[in-house]
């Protein structure tokens, strides 16, 4: 069965509480941070509709037919580029861009699919990281790069209710709800790795000079992409950064502003600044979703 095949029967979205285009709110930012040059890192904020292209009519007012239909999914998605600064951005670019080739051109059976089919669905979002990961080897490969080009990669696409994270690497994905965080996804480094086979304590990890060793990356060595799914509700807040974030900004203190939030631009600029202020030793972006609560 191929992949298309397989999202034809994958998560149908749920309309009854699904909130309006209009009820939505995103935003996203990135910065070089204050001691890099370049910024690698790449992000992407986008909805998926149904879609009537038209190649020719006689209509004299065409521009006005309906042409957007329903929103059926959104996307969003981060990468920090690793690498030389040319090598690094061409390999988030490229990630950022093949997957949402991918997304487009298949995904648009979600609104004709059903639950059955999971797995296959799960499965189908490793393989489009997967993807990703070939393209950034053969743009590697067309480059003839001596050194390492390689990226992060954190992709969350929400079908109401449900939000899927695909992650490799070490950026991040957090969720915020009902005065509660959750770190969605889980850093693919050498560092936690290590605590997780008892060699560190978890609160070392941070400090090790293995944590910002990539135990998985796109176009690394090894790609080994987790996706993870979990339940979406009015009010909450989904964070997605690189570690150029994290480096300055606690979870304790992403916990707070999240709660606090009145808008995701808001949000971001916040902690865009926050980072800035302590140092910004690395490129930061970040990118936030809320859905807002109905009267």
Known sequence: MS????????????????????????FGVTHPGK?????????????????????GTSLPDADRLPLRGERFASLFAVADGVGSSAGGGEASRLAIETITRFVSSTMRSFQVAGRQAEKEFLEALRAAALEAHDAVRA??????????MATTLTLALGVWPQMYVVQVGDSRC???????????????????????QGVLQQEQVAQSPFSNVLASAIGGAEAAPVVTRFQLARGGVVLLCTDGLTKHVTDAELGERMGAATSAEELCRQLLDLALERGGTDNITVLVARANRRD
Request: aromatic residues 6%.
């Open 174 to 196: 957090y969720y915020h709800h009902g005065g509660t965080l959750r770190q969605v996804t889980r850093d693919q480094t050498l560092a936690q790795a290590l605590a997780e």
């Open 3 to 26: 992949l298309k095949d397989l999202l034809t029967t994958a998560i149908r979205p749920d309309p009854g509480s699904r909130p309006r285009d209009d009820e939505l709110d995103f």
């Open 139 to 148: 743009g590697q490969a067309e480059r003839n790069e001596s050194k390492p």
């Open 35 to 55: 001691v890099r040059s370049e910024n690698q890192d790449q992000f992407l904020v986008c909805t998926l509709h149904q879609q009537v292209v038209v190649h």
